[in-house]
Structure formats: C-alpha cells, structure tokens
C-alpha cells in the first residue's frame, strides 16, 4: 500500500493492531484469532483481508486450514519500515491489559495445538494412531462399572466421554442454554446413559451418596463458594468414592473475569488441598495437570477419597 493515508487509517484501527501484534507472533487461523480477539468471526475475516490487501499479512494453506501470518521481511516491498515501527509500537506496549491478554490467549492456543491429538505436540514426531483421546478412553477400560457426576458440565464434553466408561452420568450445570446444546450433543453422538440436569454448584439436584465419582472440571472457580461448591461434592458422592478436581493455579489474569465469568482466579496448591480436606475428604493429592512455560495458565488436579 503505497497510500500513505490509507496505510495510516488501516493502523488507526484498535482490532487490527492487536490482529498484528498476533500474527507477529505466531500463524493462526480465523476460528483461533476469533477466541482470542473475542470478536466476531465475520469481522476477523474482515480485518485479515483489509491486511493481506495491504501487503502486511500473507495467508497460507496448510493441512486443511488457512493460517495468517506477518509477511516475510523477504515479501514486505517496502513495508519494512512500517514493520520497524510496529514491532517497536508492539514492544512499548507488551504490558498492557489488552495485550497481556491477548498474549494468555496465544499461549492457550499453543498449549492446545501442543496436545494435539494428531501430533502428540512434535510435528516431527507424527504417529498415525497417536492420540490423547484414545489414551484417556482406555483408561475408562481399566475402571469398574461406576456412576459418575460431572458437575458444572458446560457443554457436555466431558460428560459425554465419561459416558463411554460410566455405568450412569448425572451431568449438572446452572445454564439451561448450555444444557440444551449438550442434550443436542449427546443425542447426535447417541449417547443415552446421561441423566442432564440444571443446578446450582452449591446446590446440587442430586440425592445424598448417588455417584462413585464426582468431577468439577474447570469449574470450581465459577462457584461463589468454592467450600460449599465441594462440600457438596462430597455430599453425593458414596462412602468409597472419589472426588476429582480440575481447575487453575492462581494466576494474576483478571480480564478472565469480564470475558468469562469467572469467580476466582484460581487456588493456590495448598488451598485446594485444604478445600478437599476441610470437606472431610482422605486421601488428598493434588499435582500439575497441565503447564506450559510461559502460559499464566496452569491446571492443577485434586483428589480424595470418602470414608
């Protein structure tokens, strides 16, 4: 774009700086630029081709996908200034609330495409078979026949596996929307032993001693009170069955807040040890789930056992 104008009203957009700052960093997609831009897809569309008409971002074809990324110092004709001052804008300004949560964002990304069930996280170790997904199934084989809760169960992923090993799943959770997508869900991958069911954490629908296992995955944060959240937990779980826990280590990420409602910003190892405890669980054990260096983002897993 040899218009200067022009070229300066394309920057004088907020969105498209902060697409920049990302596609500086890393190549994406639009479905993950519009998870970290919290915009819509429509307009990272939108933004993207504005850019890659300007010269500043250039697109390319891989395995299915089209991913986005900064041009090559090599392909930027005369663009290279224009990059020089970006970086040095992007550098300045790598504190900022915005663009430190964009940059946690980037980091969940690449912490998925790590765990990726194709790739085992190495490209250069692809493995045709290889699969996180098939590996946490098997272990479903490995369990007794049980009755499993999966409480604050969000659109029903996980519920919908445990169903795979389960004799019976109770799958609760506050948001009657939510809930519908999960039943849809259920029913398209036709899966008929999860009983759905709207509630609060705190609250539980769900009679004393009922399930042998009790999950609250990535949930506990969202209670207005994490103790009674798994006070409960407990309460519904049968004597010999086990309460699990999956949730963030304390991170200092508040937009987490605003973009997802979140209540807590994590717990401290010690204070989930002391939640399971405190709720009259043996047993307890709590170690890292999840970590990725540079990710604010850790995944701790808890769990204990009911006398």
Same mark, same amino acid.
């Given at each position: 774009m040899k218009d200067a104008p022009a070229l300066f009203r394309l920057l004088g957009d907020d969105a498209r700086l902060r697409l920049l700052r990302l596609v500086a960093e890393e190549r994406l997609n639009v479905t993950e630029l519009t998870g970290i831009l919290g915009i819509a897809q429509s307009g990272v569309s939108r933004h993207l081709g504005l850019l890659r008409e300007?010269?500043?971002?250039?697109?390319?074809?891989?395995?299915g996908f089209v991913y986005y990324?900064?041009?090559?110092? %090599?392909?930027?004709?005369?663009?290279?200034?224009?990059?020089?001052m970006l970086e040095k804008v992007f550098a300045s300004t790598a504190h900022d609330a915005v663009a430190k949560a964009d940059a946690a964002r980037l980091k969940e990304v690449q912490r998925l495409r790590k765990e990726s069930f194709a790739t085992h996280g190495d490209g250069?170790?692809? /493995?045709?078979?290889?699969?996180?997904?098939?590996?946490?199934? %098997?272990?479903?084989?490995?369990?007794?026949?049980? +009755? /499993?809760? +999966?409480?604050?169960?969000?659109?029903?992923?996980?519920?919908?596996? %445990?169903?795979g090993f389960a004799r019976q799943v109770i799958a609760i959770d506050r948001s009657r929307e939510v809930l519908d997508r999960a039943k849809?869900?259920?029913?398209?991958?036709? /899966?008929?032993n999860v009983t759905w069911k709207q509630g609060e954490l705190e609250r539980l629908p769900v009679p004393d001693a009922s399930?042998?296992?009790?999950?609250?995955?990535? %949930?506990l944060h969202h209670a207005e009170s994490p103790a009674r959240a798994v006070s409960e937990a407990?309460?519904?779980?049968?004597?010999?069955?086990?309460?699990? /826990?999956?949730?963030?280590?304390?991170?200092?990420?508040?937009w987490v807040r605003e973009r997802f409602g979140d209540k807590w910003l994590g717990f401290d190892d010690q204070e989930l040890e002391r939640l399971l405890a405190e709720a009259g669980l043996t047993n307890v054990r709590v170690t890292t789930g999840a970590s990725l260096a540079g990710d604010p983002f850790t995944v701790l897993l808890a769990s204990g056992s009911k006398s």
């Open positions: 300007s010269g500043l971002v250039e697109e390319r074809r891989e395995g990324q900064a041009t090559s110092p %090599a392909s930027r004709n005369g663009l290279a200034d224009v990059w020089q250069r170790q692809l /493995v045709p078979g290889r699969s996180w997904a098939a590996w946490a199934r %098997a272990l479903g084989h490995l369990l007794p026949a049980c +009755d /499993v809760a +999966d409480i604050g169960c969000g659109d029903g992923y996980l519920a919908i596996e %445990a169903a849809a869900l259920a029913k398209r991958r036709r /899966v008929g399930v042998d296992i009790a999950l609250l995955s990535q %949930a407990v309460r519904i779980t049968r004597p010999g069955g086990r309460v699990l /826990v999956l949730d963030l280590r304390r991170h200092a990420e508040a």
